[in-house]
């Protein structure tokens, strides 16, 4: 097998000949892995763990503006902010601080729907995706090929708005959340759109990423999560499957709460696999779940694999395998990305 009929196997449910893997992790360990394995590119450590997949970068941001009068940059979706705060998850409420806030949403308390659809969005025509299929060509089909702009909107919204606005706001303007969850949406869509076309069918998975989960369950009610996320999310879904790509979902924490929906959403792999959150077990999810929804990750992060022995990872490894050996369904990756405090003998025991 390729690796990339290896992981196209295992996404359809059948056996493969070793299970299919996946790489990401923190750069410092990308380098100290290389440097162990007396490696010098990313792609010949890719090489030398038999990793079957490859990322296709797709941006979907572009720079902000210079600073004005006040010191204030403007992002691309409005907000204004001081120094390096680019990432905006955690915005606060500065609207009574005496201070000058360092962090000012294009929404206040007083906004309205047609403030919403007033607001200058972002323009996806400016995004570049040039050289997105000389990427793609460079594998020459061997690999699994995994790509789309992230469009993390449950997020965006969030540091648009303020986060502690968002929640309440859900429940006391969710005509204005959703007008603003819409205009994200439908430029993060046309992004995905305009990627996918750039890559002339070479994709094979398209990966769209938003994190609903706790360690103990949803960050909002199923129901309300219904309300606001669940239509917004299909259409990356159908866009994708248009295109004949297969849908991986990334969410971290305890959402086996939604697992039905994504299925019937049409998500065909569900990522990172949180192992340690509430109701995240893989041979759980395998039992319930496998027969119709692949898993991506798994192999623990939080736990056993900064705390436990090679002989520890190995089990667990094998335990993997043997239960997804008959019907496949699984693509042996990280719980989350590989940080430091993991020690490199144990990541290289996940490969071997």
Excluded at 37 to 52: C, F, G, K, V
Excluded at 137 to 152: K, R
Excluded at 154 to 163: K, S
Aim: glycine fraction near 6%; hydrophobic fraction near 40%.
């Amino acid at each position: 097998m390729t690796s990339r009929e290896r992981v196209l196997a295992a996404i359809n449910h059948q056996p493969t000949d070793r299970l299919p893997a996946d790489y990401s992790a923190h750069t410092e360990v990308t380098e100290a892995l290389k440097a162990r394995l007396s490696l010098a590119t990313y792609e010949q450590l890719l090489q030398a763990l038999h990793i079957d997949l490859r990322h296709i970068p797709a941006p979907y941001t572009y720079p902000p503006s210079e600073p004005d009068e006040a010191g204030y940059r403007r992002n691309m979706w409005g907000t204004r902010y001081r120094g390096d705060r680019v990432a905006l998850a955690d915005h606060r409420d500065d609207e009574h601080s005496t201070e000058s806030p360092s962090l000012i949403s294009p929404f206040t308390e007083e906004a309205t729907v047609a403030d919403v659809h007033a607001h200058p969005w972002p323009d996806p025509a400016q995004l570049d995706y040039a050289t997105v299929r000389a990427q793609c060509e460079q594998f020459g089909g061997q690999y699994a090929l995994v790509g789309a702009p992230w469009s993390p909107f449950f997020h965006e919204a969030g540091w648009l708005i303020g986060q502690e606005k968002f929640y309440i706001w859900l429940t006391t303007k969710p005509d204005v959340v959703q007008a603003i969850i819409a205009h994200i949406v439908d430029f993060e869509v046309e992004a995905t759109r305009l990627f996918l076309e750039a890559a002339g069918g070479l994709i094979d998975i398209a990966y769209f990423g938003n994190d609903f989960g706790t360690q103990r369950g949803l960050f909002i009610s199923p129901q309300m999560w219904q309300q606001f996320f669940q239509q917004p999310l299909k259409r990356f879904y159908d866009l994708a499957h248009s295109f004949g790509c297969k849908v991986m979902q990334h969410s971290c924490g305890a959402v086996r709460a939604l697992i039905p929906w994504f299925i019937e959403a049409g998500v065909d792999i569900l990522d990172p696999i949180q192992v340690a959150a509430d109701g995240m077990a893989l041979p759980d999810l395998y039992r319930d779940f496998g027969s119709r929804l692949a898993f991506h990750g798994g192999a623990d992060t939080q736990t056993i694999l900064p705390f436990g022995t090679v002989a520890d990872v190995r089990e667990l490894i094998q335990q993997y395998r043997e239960l997804t050996r008959a019907q496949g369904g699984y693509i042996l990756a990280g719980s989350q990305e590989y940080m430091r405090d993991i020690p490199l003998d144990n990541i290289l025991a996940i490969y071997e």
